[in-house]
């Protein structure tokens, strides 16, 4: 596929076709894929947690939903996915790496980090993972770990308390009903490049040629 046509087609799959399960190339090329994203100092602080087993999977969901609520639209269709990816950040990689020579932070202060890079990458890495999905005729969702169930995941799944659940990759082929039909706020306009460029300083209209 062109990729500016994958980059164009991909959007957020939130029903998945259960007769369709992941071939295993194509999940390590999406796994491989991810491990290309870019990360600051190379550190490369990620750990992706494959959930493919029907038991694994069943598992997540326990840790995830109150058993005494219906599911709703949202989780009967993201749940029908036949994998799904922890995708875990690795703060302490960061400071460790930072505090080598080359970089010499040694005093390992979090202060120095405008941002968490170790999220911003593991996001990168999801990306990557939902574009690469695109490629391979397959469709994925990036969605949140609720807070009060961060700490059952990491039991279940034996997620070492320093790495930090930065969200879920949910992969599959697409249902064929509307991929975004259910729970999604895509029937938001998208922001036009007029708006949110600025051409040099902010608030200067940008020009789209
Ligand atoms: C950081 C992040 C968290 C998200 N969390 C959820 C989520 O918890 N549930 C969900 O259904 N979609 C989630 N989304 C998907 C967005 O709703 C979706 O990307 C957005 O509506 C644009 O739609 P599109 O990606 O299909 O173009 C998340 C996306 C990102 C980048």
């Not at 391979?136 to 997620?159: C, M, N, R, T």
């Not at 949110?196 to 300083?201: D, E, I, Q, S, T």
Request: aromatic residues 10%; charged residues 25%.
């Amino acid at each position: 596929m062109e990729f500016s046509d994958v980059v164009r087609t991909r959007r957020m799959v939130r029903r998945y076709d259960p007769d369709h399960p992941v071939p295993a190339e194509s999940l390590q090329t999406i796994l491989r894929n991810g491990t290309r994203a870019p990360s600051a100092g190379f550190s490369q602080g990620w750990d992706f947690v494959v959930l493919s087993e029907p038991s694994q999977r069943a598992a997540f969901w326990a840790a995830t939903t109150d058993p005494d609520d219906e599911p709703d639209a949202w989780l009967e269709g993201v749940s029908s996915a036949p994998v799904l990816v922890l995708c875990c950040s690795d703060e302490g990689s960061y400071l460790r790496r930072y505090a080598e020579p080359d970089k010499g932070w040694a005093d390992m202060d979090e202060a120095r980090w405008p941002v968490p890079y170790w999220d911003i990458d593991t996001g990168m890495a999801a990306l990557l993972m939902l574009l690469t999905a695109v490629d391979e005729g397959l469709g994925g969702l990036f969605f949140g770990v609720p807070p009060e169930s961060h700490e059952d995941v990491h039991e279940a799944f034996a997620i070492p308390h320093d790495r930090s659940i930065v969200g879920v990759v949910a992969l599959g082929r697409p249902a064929e009903a509307p991929a975004s039909a259910s729970g999604s706020p895509s029937r938001r306009p998208r922001r036009q490049l007029s708006e949110v460029v600025h051409a040099g300083r902010f608030g200067a209209p940008y020009q789209p040629v």
